[in-house]
């Protein structure tokens, strides 16, 4: 059934018009983090999200899920939703335990801070990937992979120890397998759906230029802008002419607080070969009309604008000039003796 479904990845993703449009697969996950601070008390932190983009959170005193989106329900039921939070529960309630109750064993050492990873990853004309992983401290710890626990060689012994503990517990393995392989195609599946309003919307990038700090006599860095659009894939270059230019530096793509996403792009130059180079911003949202902003032309509109201000002011000066001086003349003619 999973299998008759994944065509619909074409149809729900944004930027999946044909088969080569969807290159990344698309991941489903949840992540609880652990901080064990002595041998009868924790606080966790839990969240759920779609790719890059958070769609549950949790609310850690009472260990509920929140809602981030009218659509993060997916198209599960009421009683779905309720089953499938219970029994990841049930889950992390026993995980805290055991780290908990062989602190000893594992010669662990308060407070301390675990971390887990769990979902599924899709991707068009292919089976679904489940995964957990743990990690201790920050590092690798633990894996889960065909239904039973593998250690992480950075985990070492300790690894090996609980590892060893989790596999003897056969029957909430098989839950987790169940719940990564089957439940979470599905909900992911769901959500995609629900979502497709949000998901497939297209914003359009504002881009801009300014200079960047001056790296040296001469030379100038030029930084171009990309902000505000949505989804993710952009493409911004420095050009001259139609030949990309080498050595240039790009940001990361980060997240704006309204879902969009910012991308800086900056290229360091000789000051004189700056003139005639422009930023190419090439977009899902913009079609096959990119935005070209050349470096030249922002330069040119400093000059035109003081082109034209600087006569401006002058005929301003001059004519104040002349009226007050009229106005100081026309006293002493008003009082000339009558013939």
């Not at 698309?26 to 002595?38: K, L, P």
């Not at 169940?178 to 949000?198: E, N, Q, V």
Request: net charge negative; proline share 6%.
């Amino acid at each position: 059934m999973l299998f008759l479904q994944l065509p619909l990845l074409l149809a729900l993703l944004p930027g999946a018009d044909s088969e080569d449009g969807f290159q990344e697969p698309v991941s489903f996950q949840i992540i609880r983090i652990f901080s064990f601070y002595n041998h009868s008390w924790e606080h966790s932190l839990g969240s759920g999200w779609l790719g890059e983009l958070q769609t549950h959170g949790m609310d850690s005193s009472s260990d509920t899920v929140i809602y981030l989106w009218p659509w993060s329900r997916g198209n599960f039921s009421n009683e779905e939703l309720m089953e499938v939070t219970r029994l990841f529960q049930t889950f992390f309630i026993r995980f805290a335990q055991a780290f908990h109750n062989h602190a000893i064993q594992w010669m662990l050492h308060y407070p301390f801070e675990v971390q887990i990873a769990g979902g599924c990853k899709l991707r068009f004309g292919e089976a679904s990937v489940g995964f957990v992983q743990v990690a201790f401290q920050g590092s690798e710890f633990l894996s889960f992979q065909n239904n039973s626990w593998l250690p992480s060689p950075e985990g070492g012994e300790m690894a090996q120890l609980v590892s060893s503990l989790f596999n003897l517990y056969q029957g909430t393995s098989e839950i987790l397998h169940r719940l990564l392989s089957d439940t979470c195609p599905r909900f992911l599946l769901g959500l995609l759906d629900a979502g497709k309003a949000y998901l497939q919307r297209q914003v359009r990038p504002e881009a801009w230029l300014s200079p960047g700090p001056s790296p040296g006599p001469g030379r100038l860095v030029l930084v171009c802008h990309a902000s505000g659009f949505y989804p993710k894939p952009i493409w911004v270059t420095w050009m001259r002419g139609e030949q990309e230019q080498q050595g240039t530096q790009r940001s990361d793509v980060v997240p704006n607080a309204d879902g969009t996403w910012y991308l800086r792009v900056s290229l360091e130059v000789e000051a004189r070969e700056a003139s005639g180079l422009s930023c190419r911003v090439r977009h899902s949202s913009l079609g096959d009309q990119d935005v070209v902003l050349y470096w030249g032309h922002r330069s040119s509109v400093g000059w035109i604008f003081l082109a034209v201000t600087v006569p401006l002011l002058l005929l301003a000066g001059l004519a104040f000039w002349v009226r007050k001086r009229w106005t100081l003349c026309q006293p002493a003619s008003s009082h000339l003796p009558l013939e």
